[in-house]
């Protein structure tokens, strides 16, 4: 069952309400089950993003270890150093193997609330492992060993926030207890250079957290916009697979819609020429003179209708043949001056009757035309009897057959009819399709003339134009290609031949 183009919008709108309640339904889905408040998928990827920065670190926070004990080992004691660095390194591998199990689970067992909580409790673990640089100062080697100490705190603090930026929360708890221990021992430690170490250990700690967050809300905000683009790739690929089936659809009912056409023209056409047929007998009076004349009014009325339905029928039956690719051209070499006089001949009894002065300006010399007799004729037959319906008592039609630019052959009907306005030229060119001020002041018609007189031009590789300004007329011009003009060949001179004489002897 076939659906009009408002009933098409609605479901496309209700379908359109019901996806964007289910997308609001399954976000506020995810932010219930998110760690963050954001998504659940976004949540997954800021956990797989740290899991895979930790892992790519797996040696090379051991080896900035070693680096730094080696350099402290000048001002602190090695079994402080050894203490220190031991437990950052084995707390940081177990940090890496966190992250490795996280990486090989599967997607189906993720939880984002119970592995952002496991992160953070080995990052916690992590800091407590920094937070034993508080021994260096028990070992009283001097003011030195305050500023080495701060020193190894801001580098670890760095690297760790680099390293966790994607759960700042992990951040926070990895940093917090070194920065606590430290601060504490340099308050402890008393002294002006002390204090402000302290201070300093406060700020940094202040500092990259901060750090972390910025860099978490650009990690988060390029995921978002991932989603986005991706959200918006698949929608318009579901678009362009709703449109391409809308397309088939429309395409299938088309075919259905030119072959239904074609059937019942051919078949309503045989009992219509019937009716033709007796009316005209009836109106001439061939079997005897009727005894009312109201009779033969109505024979009269009956024979004029018969013969506008079979015209429009016939249209039908031209305009559903091209569309199903079934309008073949019967091709000759034929004159395009000829094909206008006659139909300027068929057609003047008419534009009499509406007191229309039809004009003829033919080129006698034009050369023949290879193309379709019947298909060019109708052509012209609907451009003039368009000009003709339109054009008012008193009116003019000029009707030119020429050449045109670049050898082109060219048909041209010019009326000064009340004119189309520009914006209804395109609906006048479409099927079935009426201008408003001309179908107030002209015939009833089908609006089937001019597409079918497009579509001819079509097949035979020209042009069909429309020029209207209300008020000033309209001008139909139909273009022939040069490639369809069949120039006049040079005629071939005959030579004469050649007669051998042989000699005497």
């Known amino acids: 069952m076939s659906t009009s183009p408002l009933q098409d919008q609605a479901v496309l709108a209700r379908s359109g309400a019901t996806r964007s309640r289910q997308r609001t339904v399954s976000d506020a889905r995810q932010k219930l089950t998110s760690s963050s408040g954001t998504k659940a998928s976004y949540d997954f990827e800021l956990l797989n993003e740290y899991a895979n920065t930790r892992k790519s670190g797996a040696w090379g926070m051991p080896i900035l270890i070693i680096v730094l004990s080696v350099l402290a080992l000048v001002w602190v004691q090695p079994i402080a150093i050894g203490i220190w660095a031991s437990s950052v390194v084995l707390t ?20 984002a609330r119970r592995h952002a909580t496991t992160f953070i409790i080995v990052e916690a673990i992590y800091g407590l492992a920094w937070a034993s640089l508080a021994i260096f100062p028990s ?3 001097g003011q030195d060993v305050l500023v080495i100490q701060w020193a190894i705190l801001m580098v670890g603090i760095a690297a760790n926030a680099i390293s966790s930026r994607a759960i700042p929360s992990a951040t926070l708890a990895n940093s917090l207890p070194a920065v606590f221990a430290v601060s504490a021992t340099l308050v402890f430690s008393g002294g002006i250079l002390s204090y402000a170490l302290a201070v300093l250990a406060i700020g940094g700690g202040v500092f990259f957290n901060y750090l972390s967050r910025t860099l978490h809300s650009s990690a988060l905000k390029s995921i978002e916009h991932r989603a986005e683009k991706d959200s918006l790739i698949y929608e318009l690929e579901e678009a362009k697979l709703m449109s391409d089936e809308a397309r088939r659809e429309a395409e299938q009912a088309n075919i259905a819609k030119s072959r239904f056409l074609a059937t019942m023209s051919h078949e309503l056409r045989t009992p219509l020429n019937a009716i033709i047929g007796f009316s005209e007998v009836m109106k001439s009076e061939l079997l005897g003179p009727m005894e009312n004349p109201q009779y033969k009014d109505y024979a009269v009325d009956i024979h004029a209708s018969g013969e506008h339905l079979l015209n429009l029928i016939n249209e039908l039956l031209d305009l559903s043949r091209i569309e199903a690719g079934k309008y073949d051209l019967n091709e000759e070499a034929i004159s395009l001056v000829d094909i206008g006089e006659d139909c300027r001949r068929m057609l003047e009894i008419r534009a009499r009757a509406k007191s229309v002065e039809l004009v003829a300006e033919f080129d006698d010399n034009l050369s023949r035309l290879w193309g379709d007799e019947r298909a060019i004729r109708q052509v012209c037959l609907n451009l003039l009897s368009n000009a003709i319906k339109f054009t008012p008592e008193s009116g003019r039609i000029i009707f030119k057959i020429g050449e045109g630019e670049d050898g082109t052959q060219i048909m041209s009907v010019r009326d000064n ?10 609906t006048v060119l479409s099927s079935f399709g009426q201008g408003s001020l001309a179908a107030k002041t002209a015939e009833q018609g089908a609006g089937l003339g001019l597409p079918i007189v497009q579509k001819i031009m079509e097949l035979h590789q020209g042009r069909f134009d429309l020029f209207s300004k209300l008020r000033f007329g309209t001008e139909a ?3 022939f290609p040069k490639s369809r003009v069949l120039n006049a060949m040079a005629p071939v001179v005959k030579r004469p031949k050649l007669e051998i004489y042989k000699k005497h002897s």
């Open 417 to 426: 009819g009340p004119g189309i306005p520009e914006s209804e030229i395109a």
């Open 477 to 479: 011009i139909a273009s």
């Open 139 to 141: 070992m009283k080697l």
């Open 92 to 111: 940081h591998f177990a940090v890496v193997l966190t992250c490795r199990q996280f990486l090989g689970a599967e997607r189906s067992e993720f939880e």
